[in-house]
């Protein structure tokens, strides 16, 4: 039994690894050299994104692996909510903030 929590462990942090490496295949085409203030891997608010899951969000999955059933399920839906979370914050961490003005009234009114 502890071999096979062994199994399941290693599979789980292969997986978050491809995961990783899916969500920095997406990035937009050009990106060389600094983008928001990082240069090359990823943001800050990724990489603490990245520790929660690896963290506390794998010891969810990994004991309600352990119970199965509806609280297995559950954990599954909570796991995609939580990647669709970081590729939400990926995407946003690579492009520029719009600029104050970019809405102005008057483009409406005319």
Not at 10 to 31: C, D, F, I, M, T
Not at 44 to 58: I, Q, R, W
Not at 81 to 106: G, I
Request: contains cysteine; charged residues 25%; glycine residues 8%.
């Amino acid at each position: 039994m502890a071999e096979l929590q062994g199994l399941m462990e290693r599979l789980e942090r292969a997986v978050s690894r491809l995961e990783l490496l899916s969500a920095e295949s997406h990035q937009p085409s050009g990106n060389c050299g600094e983008m928001n203030g990082v240069n090359g891997g990823v943001a800050p608010s990724v990489e603490a994104f990245d520790k929660l899951m690896n963290g506390m969000v794998a010891e969810f999955l990994k004991k309600s692996r352990i119970l199965a059933g509806d609280v297995e399920t559950h954990a599954e839906m909570v796991h995609s909510a939580f990647q669709a979370q970081r590729a939400f914050l990926l995407m946003a961490s690579q492009y520029q903030q719009p600029q104050e003005d970019w809405f102005l009234e008057e483009d409406f009114m005319s």
